[in-house]
């Protein structure tokens, strides 16, 4: 199966700083990334869809100035909190799709948790 | 961001016997459907996908059932254990669209 690996896995900062995750496909080239954010005992939300080389979708109530995402090479997406506040804490978690002529399985990292302080 | 339902049921099953997770899905133009296994602060793992052009698909100990026509998704596991223990959830593609909507998620406990 393909390999995404996301990083770090926690990360703890102070109010006010900015935290990068990145979520990276190992074995294979994604197309397109995804970024959830969950809450404790819910779903996954959907934040945005990335694509390489351009900008990123993001779902409505999303803040795209908040939330940064670049999709710069086909096996790399990151993740910026700008500004983190202790309500951006979460556990957020990435997913990569091949990028075949239809849908196909989605491929998740490990998530990361953060909590601001 | 969308996401459907707010907190988790829980459905709790003796080992060795089969457990069903049930789930609604939102959009009759969803034509793609997968179940992913959530544990405790990881991300969520594969278990089985279906398209709309079936309505049973199995594989070990797991068979998802899809009915088009009541907008139903369901999971089956074949003689529950206690590694099963996580949080199920369905999640959707929209025909057309690289976008997958996740369910609320059902916390399956195998009870001993």
């Known amino acids: 199966g393909a390999v995404v690996s996301q990083h770090p896995s926690r990360v703890i900062c102070k109010s006010g700083t900015s935290v990068k995750i990145e979520c990276r496909s190992l074995?294979?080239?994604?197309?397109?990334m995804f970024w959830y954010r969950q809450f404790p005992k819910q779903s996954l939300m959907l934040m945005a869809t990335?694509?390489?080389?351009?900008?990123?979708?993001?779902e409505q109530g999303v803040e795209k100035d908040k939330f940064l995402i670049n999709h710069a090479s086909l096996t790399l997406s990151t993740l910026t909190v700008t500004s983190a506040h202790p309500e951006d804490s979460s556990f957020y978690i990435c997913?990569?799709?091949?990028?075949?002529?239809?849908?196909?399985?989605?491929?998740f990292g490990e998530g990361s948790r953060l909590t601001v302080l | 961001g969308e996401s459907v339902g707010l907190h988790l049921p829980t459905l709790s099953v003796q080992e060795g016997d089969n457990s069903i997770i049930n789930c609604a899905y939102s959009?009759?133009?969803?034509?793609?459907f997968i179940w992913y296994k959530q544990e405790s602060g990881k991300g969520p793992q594969f278990i089985i996908d279906?398209?709309?052009?079936?309505d049973k698909r199995q594989g070990q100990r797991v068979t998802v059932l899809l009915n088009k026509t009541v907008k139903h998704l369901s999971l089956q596991i074949a003689a529950t254990q206690p590694g099963d223990s996580a949080v199920y959830f369905c999640?959707?593609?929209?025909?057309?669209?690289?976008?997958?909507?996740f369910g609320t998620g059902t916390r399956l406990k195998v009870l001993a």
């Open positions: 997913s990569a799709e091949k990028g075949q002529s239809q849908a196909g399985e989605l491929f």
């Open positions: 074995d294979f080239q994604a197309t397109t």
């Open positions: 990335s694509n390489e080389g351009s900008k990123a979708t993001y």
């Open positions: 959009n009759s133009a969803s034509d793609y």
């Open positions: 279906i398209r709309s052009n079936m």
């Open positions: 999640a959707e593609n929209r025909s057309g669209t690289y976008k997958y909507i």
